[in-house]
């Protein structure tokens, strides 16, 4: 009889990981349980002790992290995606492009959690690039942004929302920076639209797993998502794949 596989997995992965799944308990009859949550969170989960068989972080560091204390082994690389803003469809932002949106003070900018969640790390890390040419609007950003999902004292976001659309929905703010695959979910709304940061500008987001647990069910489970399969949940999600298609 095979044991209930226990996946910790960040909360950008819910669309992808839920019907993968269900294929891959039903073609290998291994129950699996889902956590999701912050990856910076779920990692401190896993040092305090709670059981785990994968973590599937939307960064590199926090497995890394696991890994060098001894905790986990392998670094698997899995997934990629990048950032995007939503934005509250009104007359004052119809037409306008993403530097425009950012740099327009009314909106209310809200993110992730740095630190807590790799989002909002990833965040930081285009204002710093924006700062780089543009120091004045870089800067003003930080002070502007409102780190309002993804942390430890966060708003609670009803079960299986996107955060970008909720936040704006209920008032809480104008624009969001989040993950790009969310364009997917949110390509048919009427009351937000979706808005590509180009390259140069845009972060490259690495999503990685590591194994917890040794048991051989838990490597099955590494290797189905890693395969044609798994890839595809993926790509249907919205996810760019490993090798970057």
């Not at 003003?140 to 009803?158: D, W």
């Not at 364009?183 to 709304?189: G, H, K, M, V, Y």
């Not at 940061?197 to 797993?209: G, Q, S």
Request: hydrophobic share 40%.
């Amino acid at each position: 009889m095979h044991s209930t596989l226990t996946l910790l997995a960040a909360g950008s992965l819910r669309r992808a990981f839920i019907p993968l799944q269900a294929q891959f308990s039903g073609q290998t009859g291994i129950a699996l349980k889902l956590v999701f949550g912050p990856a910076g969170l779920l990692r401190e989960r896993i040092e305090s002790g709670e059981p785990c068989s994968l973590f599937a972080s939307a960064n590199r560091q926090h497995p890394q992290a696991l890994c060098d204390a001894g905790r986990a082994s392998g670094l698997h690389l899995f997934a990629r995606n990048s950032l995007m803003l939503t934005v509250r469809n009104t007359p004052q932002t119809k037409g306008k492009t993403w530097r425009e949106l950012l740099a327009d003070e009314t909106l209310r900018l809200a993110t992730s959690t740095p630190l807590c969640d790799p989002s909002g790390d990833y965040t930081w890390q285009l204002f710093e690039r924006i700062a780089s040419c543009y120091p004045a609007l870089g800067n003003a950003l930080k002070q502007r942004a409102m780190p309002l999902v993804g942390g430890r004292h966060s708003l609670a976001l009803p079960n299986g929302a996107m955060a970008s659309q909720w936040l704006i929905d209920e008032g809480f703010a104008d624009l969001f920076i989040g993950y790009a695959h969310y364009a997917t979910a949110l390509e048919n709304q009427s009351n937000v639209r979706c808005v590509v940061i180009p390259e140069p500008w845009n972060i490259h987001c690495e999503y990685y797993l590591t194994d917890v647990d040794e048991h051989d069910d838990a490597r099955v489970f590494r290797q189905f998502i890693l395969g044609e399969e798994g890839q595809r949940c993926l790509r249907d999600a919205g996810f760019m794949s490993a090798s970057g298609e």
